[in-house]
């Protein structure tokens, strides 16, 4: 059984910081994706890393897929009160089909 | 393009009586993910189907629990005989490459 931890589970800052959020499994991942989520709303990716040790950059945000495949972190820089809400990242597990599991999520508050 | 369209977005049942959630998937999309979502948890997934076939459904409960894609028509999850566990946000999500595209949801409250 594949399972994703994610940490904190928590976090609020005031805006300007900066922090980081971890997503580990001891499976291995295909690929790796994040996901914002906000209430009411479905998950929207933010992006996909397929590639061992690969960076990806989307603004502030910052991006980066363990060498191994089993771990991924996403920072923030300067962090904006829109940045708020349940950051999800989720592998994908290559069966007969991509089967996508989700880790349980981190909930970031940006205070102004 | 009309994106993953979930509906209703918010379904009241009492104890015992059956849910009904829909779920079109993306235009040219012919595979669904089904996914819960308690409060301020991740998503469990529940059921992967294509048009009349379900391909994985690992994460479904064995009783009261059913999926389906025809080949004409949204993707169906239904519940029969609800309980008040069951309240939850239920999604779906269609695939392009690499990419999950997830509709707004359905938000079941059980009374």
């Known amino acids: 059984t594949q399972l994703l931890e994610q940490s904190p589970q928590f976090l609020s800052i005031q805006e300007g910081e900066n922090l980081t959020v971890y997503c580990n499994s001891s499976s291995v991942f295909s690929s790796l994706q994040w996901y914002r989520q906000e209430p009411g709303e479905g998950p929207v990716l933010l992006v996909t890393?397929?590639?061992?040790?690969e960076v990806k950059k989307l603004k502030r945000l910052t991006f980066q897929f363990g060498d191994a495949r089993k771990d991924s972190s996403l920072h923030i820089t300067a962090a904006q009160p829109g940045d708020t809400g349940l950051y999800l990242c989720a592998g994908a597990v290559r069966t007969s089909y991509d089967k996508v599991i989700f880790g349980p999520g981190t909930s970031l508050s940006v205070i102004p | 393009n009309a994106g993953v369209m979930q509906n209703p977005r918010h379904l009241v049942r009492r104890r015992g009586q059956e849910a009904r959630l829909r779920c079109s998937p993306m235009?040219?999309?012919?595979?669904v993910y089904w996914y819960r979502q308690l409060p301020e948890e991740g998503l469990k997934f529940m059921v992967y189907l294509q048009k009349e076939n379900i391909i994985d459904e690992s994460g479904m409960p064995k009783e009261r629990f059913s999926a389906e894609f025809p080949k004409e028509g949204p993707s169906i999850l239904r519940i029969q005989q609800v309980v008040r566990g069951d309240s939850a946000a239920y999604f779906c999500?269609?695939?392009?490459?690499?990419?999950?595209?997830f509709g707004s949801g359905t938000q079941l409250s059980v009374l």
């Open positions: 999500a269609s695939r392009s490459n690499e990419k999950l595209f």
């Open positions: 235009k040219g999309h012919s595979h």
């Open positions: 890393v397929v590639t061992g040790g």
